[in-house]
Structure formats: structure tokens, C-alpha cells
């Protein structure tokens, strides 16, 4: 083998190890690009299972309210009917059912008014309490997994007008 033959092929190797290098490379691209996109599919497909998770949740808070509902309704006609023990032993079973899966009732009677846990449709003249302080509550509202999922329908109190009015004068 002459010398030039051998500079060919030390020239023809080193260009093989340099394409050699390139895909490498790109195969550690492409690797890494892979696990990426596993990590956002399994990312996505448990940003699916809350959701759906979620929406029937939602679906049996309606049942919980119906059956809530109609206990009070019995008990407030003073029924002792053993169909209403047994709406009552099914609402107590539902509700222990969904704080298994992470589902708790907001408290917020009075507590301060949270926007992010309330939704405010009334406003009531109170004295000798703070104001924007939760005093009904229409409906309760829901938190699964601490994440408000129904935020709970509410009433607040506001300074009676005449204070309110006293405090536009000094001013």
C-alpha cells in the first residue's frame, strides 16, 4: 500500500468518524427529544383523568344538593319515614365516597369573602360583624383535591347605610 493510498484512507476515516460523531449527536437529539414528548403525553393523559374525573364529580355534587334537599324537607315536616333514613344513609354514603376521592365541602360561613372560593349574590346590612363577611351561604361549594371545583354561592355583609353614609360626611 503506497503512501497516497493510505492518506486516502486515513482522509476517508476521518470523515467517517466526524459523520460518526454527527449522528450521534443526532441520535441524542432525537433521545432526548423522545423523552420529552413522553413526559408531556403522560403529563397530558393525567391533565385528562382530572378533568374527567372532575366533571363527574361536578355531575354528583347536583345529586348530593337534590338529596340534601329532600332530607331537610322531611325533617322539617317532621317525618320519620324509613325511606327518609334511607335517603339519608345513600347522602351520607355518597359524601364519604367522594372525600375518599379528595372532595370536601368549602367552609365558609363566617369567614372573610374569598373571590377565589365564593361567589358573591347578595350583599346584607349587618351591624356588629365585619364587613364582606360570608353570612349565608345559597349553595355549598366544593374542593377536590385543592382546587376549587363549585365555588360556593354566598351572601356578605355590608356596614348599614347610615355608617356608610356618616363616613361620606366626615370626609
Same mark, same amino acid.
Given at each position: 500500500?503506497?503512501?497516497?493510498? %493510505? ?6 476515516? &476521518? ?7 454527527? =449522528?450521534?449527536?443526532?441520535?441524542? =437529539? %432525537?433521545?432526548?427529544?423522545? &423523552? @420529552? ?13 382530572? =378533568? ?25 315536616? $317532621? ?28 367552609? /365558609? ?18 351591624? $356588629?360583624?365585619?364587613? /364582606? ?36 360626611? @366626615?370626609?
Amino acid at each position: 500500500m503506497t503512501e497516497e493510498q %493510505l492518506a486516502l484512507l486515513e482522509e476517508a476515516l &476521518e470523515l467517517e468518524k466526524k459523520r460518526s460523531e454527527e =449522528y450521534v449527536t443526532k441520535l441524542k =437529539y %432525537l433521545q432526548a427529544d423522545f &423523552e @420529552n414528548f413522553k413526559k408531556r403525553v403522560d403529563r397530558h393523559l393525567e391533565e385528562t383523568k382530572k =378533568y374527567c374525573a372532575e366533571r363527574i364529580v361536578i355531575k354528583l355534587l347536583e345529586i348530593v344538593d337534590e338529596l340534601e334537599l329532600a332530607v331537610a324537607s322531611a325533617h322539617s315536616s $317532621g317525618s320519620t319515614n324509613p325511606i327518609v333514613q334511607g335517603v339519608e344513609m345513600t347522602l351520607q354514603k355518597l359524601k364519604k365516597i367522594l372525600e375518599a376521592e379528595g372532595v370536601f365541602p368549602i367552609d /365558609c360561613l363566617d369567614k372573610p369573602f374569598d373571590p377565589t372560593r365564593h361567589s358573591a349574590i347578595g350583599r346584607v346590612e349587618k351591624e $356588629g360583624i365585619k364587613e /364582606c363577611t360570608v353570612i349565608e351561604e345559597i349553595r355549598k361549594g366544593y374542593i377536590m383535591k385543592e382546587k376549587v371545583i363549585r365555588p360556593s354561592i354566598v351572601k356578605i355583609a355590608v356596614g348599614s347605610t347610615s355608617k356608610t353614609e356618616e363616613r361620606g360626611e @366626615n370626609a
